[in-house]
T-cell receptor, first 112, second 112 residues
Framework: QKEVEQDPGPLSVPEGAIVSLNCTYS??????FMWYRQYSRKGPELLMY????GNKEDGRFTAQVDKSSKYISLFIRDSQPSDSATYLC????????????FGKGTKLTVNP | DTAVSQTPKYLVTQMGNDKSIKCEQN?????MYWYKQDSKKFLKIMFS???????INETVPNRFSPKSPDKAHLNLHINSLELGDSAVYFC???????????FGPGTRLTVL
């Protein structure tokens, strides 16, 4: 079993939809959870970061972590065509990013 | 004032050749990384350097040799290129103890 599992999609939604992106993981030592966004032919950029379990909201984006289920989610409200990108979850067992483990990424297309 | 820059952006070469990719960051970070992203978008770490010292060396063929002349630079030399080396190579940097990694724009390597 891979350490981090993420459905690669692709996922296609109409503009304005609520999008749910998810990852599961097997290593219970993971403490820090991140979502990176990667536009086509660009490098990934950090979108959201959470520590341990709980929710974090930033504008239209909400990150959720359920450590008991080893499951993390990213919700995008009122999705826009500019949200079209690949979303990669990433996690590590300790502070600092030296041992980040990435999911495979989910490709999202938001249609106008 | 690009934070993490890579050269070249595109590299097309014949099997068996030797090539180098260069990376520079102007963020003052002390840790730099090389990642390989394959055609399925899976981002996998290859190497990590902290203050010019190799700290992560994943299972990578020894045809790949990183070199860090100083904290701001991390180069990747690849000997005897093979078809399977075709991928996008990303450089990234971070500050030790912080979770965010900053990625460069990537170098798209095609081996013919």
């Amino acid at each position: 079993q891979k350490e981090v599992e993420q459905d690669p999609g692709p996922l296609s939604v109409p503009e304005g939809a609520i999008v749910s992106l998810n990852c599961t993981y097997s290593n219970s030592a993971f403490q820090y959870f991140m979502w990176y966004r990667q536009y086509s032919r660009k490098g990934p950029e950090l979108l959201m970061y959470t520590y341990s379990s709980g929710n974090k909201e930033d504008g239209r984006f909400t990150a959720q972590v359920d450590k008991s289920s080893k499951y993390i989610s990213l919700f995008i409200r009122d999705s826009q065509p500019s949200d079209s990108a690949t979303y990669l979850c990433a996690m590590n067992p300790q502070g600092g990013s030296e041992k980040l483990v990435f999911g495979k990424g989910t490709k999202l297309t938001v249609n106008p | 004032d690009t934070a993490v820059s890579q050269t070249p952006k595109y590299l097309v070469t014949q099997m068996g050749n030797d090539k180098s990719i260069k990376c520079e960051q102007n963020l003052g970070h002390d840790t730099m990384y090389w990642y390989k992203q394959d055609s399925k978008k899976f981002l996998k770490i290859m190497f990590s350097y902290n203050n010019k010292e190799l700290i992560i060396n994943e299972t990578v063929p020894n045809r790949f040799s990183p070199k860090s002349p100083d904290k701001a630079h991390l180069n990747l030399h690849i000997n005897s290129l093979e078809l399977g080396d075709s991928a996008v190579y990303f450089c990234a940097s971070s500050q030790k103890g912080y979770n965010e990694q900053f990625f460069g724009p990537g170098t798209r390597l095609t081996v013919l």
